[in-house]
């Protein structure tokens, strides 16, 4: 298990009330912002992770032995789309720069830090790596991209800044966009934020449910998704669930789940039957495993001794975890990343079968879906 830096690593870099990276929300669900200030901050292990990763991808950083192959994968790939975008006639590269927004007068707005800013004679480069799975807005939509992208514009007194965004655990290749008035960007976000301000004055919170939730801390205590309201939802935020309370909510979490899941299958069936508007159904393939453990177990040993497969806990013959230990001894004589999968690929073909397939429903967007 590789161990995460914790968020002590960041204390320089501590977040603004409103900074960039949760403007998504806010503008989405401007109750969000009040309900998340009581909900206590937990520190996750995919955030962690994101942590470690962005660390990474400088060139000159080593990658750590606890790393695994997946993740190097990740980090291999952020550096292959950072080369493309550092051609000739750049005069220097900055990572993780804290940027600030500011209004007419030069007061601050807000301040965020940007994964990668590369400088050029006339115009910027800002880049933003996204290694969660959930697709995130592409750069031209993204309004975190755009509060970056304008206060560098600020900053450096450039009218121009080419803003993108890459997820590489996504096969789609990075988004980009050039943005190029700062001002109305910088008039855009502080409307946002005094929106959120008024309304707190006035006791007045709107709640707007949506897939943009899941990234809010208070959505166990939301009563907007509680209810399953199809509209806006006025009123207090739930105080956090109190001991007493914590069965009833046990019950009442299960049952939601329970309905969840029966929604979802007869949503799968009408997809199926072509009974659906907007929504398409995509296979995922089952989770890898060996046919044969002692089969795999011949092929491992010709490359690692016995003792370092039980070391490594792949001795219960987790294909990761299998995986990973072989990469770690041919990465020790100069294997690229990418080739290490393909020699596992190779070796383990004729032992390794996947389990049953998975079927997601994703939304069809308006332009594909007509």
Wanted: charged share 30%; hydrophobic share 35%.
């Amino acid at each position: 298990m590789v161990q995460f830096e914790s968020k002590t690593m960041t204390e320089n870099l501590k977040h603004h009330e409103y900074g960039p990276s949760g403007l998504g929300l806010l503008e989405r669900c401007t109750g969000s912002h009040s309900a998340q200030a009581l909900a206590e901050d937990r520190d996750s292990e995919a955030a962690a992770e994101g942590r470690l990763l962005h660390s990474l991808v400088p060139y000159d950083t080593p990658i750590p032995e606890t790393v695994s192959i997946d993740q190097e994968g990740l980090v291999d790939r952020c550096r292959q789309i950072l080369a493309t975008y550092m051609e000739t006639g750049w005069s220097d590269i900055e990572y993780e720069r804290r940027v600030t927004l500011r209004d007419t007068d030069g007061s601050e707005i807000n301040f965020g830090t940007v994964d990668v800013l590369i400088r050029y004679p006339d115009h910027t480069v800002i880049i933003d790596w996204k290694f969660g799975r959930v697709i995130v807005p592409s750069a031209e939509t993204n309004i975190q991209l755009a509060n970056y992208a304008a206060a560098i514009m600020q900053e450096l007194g450039q009218d121009r800044c080419i803003g993108v965004v890459y997820q590489p655990r996504s096969t789609e290749p990075p988004t980009e966009y050039v943005f190029s008035d700062a001002a109305t960007i910088a008039s855009n976000i502080k409307y946002l934020i005094q929106r959120e301000k008024n309304q707190k004055l006035a006791g007045l919170y709107v709640y707007i449910p949506g897939d943009w939730c899941r990234g809010c801390r208070a959505l166990s205590t939301c009563n907007a998704v509680r209810s399953e309201l199809p509209n806006n939802s006025y009123g207090k935020h739930n105080p956090p669930i109190q001991p007493a309370d914590t069965l009833a909510e046990f019950r009442r979490a299960r049952l939601a789940e329970r309905y969840g899941r029966s929604a979802i299958d007869e949503i799968k069936r009408a997809i199926v039957a072509n009974q659906s508007h907007g929504l398409a159904l995509v296979e995922r393939p089952g989770n890898r495993k060996f046919k044969s453990v002692s089969e795999t177990l011949d092929i491992a040993t010709e490359n690692v001794e016995y003792s370092q497969l039980v070391d490594a806990g792949a001795i219960s013959i987790s294909v990761r975890r299998l995986e990973d230990l072989l990469a770690k001894e041919w990465r020790k004589a100069g294997v690229s990343v990418e080739e290490c999968k393909r020699i596992f690929r190779e070796k383990f073909n004729d032992v390794l079968t996947r389990g049953e397939s998975r079927y997601e429903i994703r939304e069809i967007p308006d332009d594909e879906s007509q």
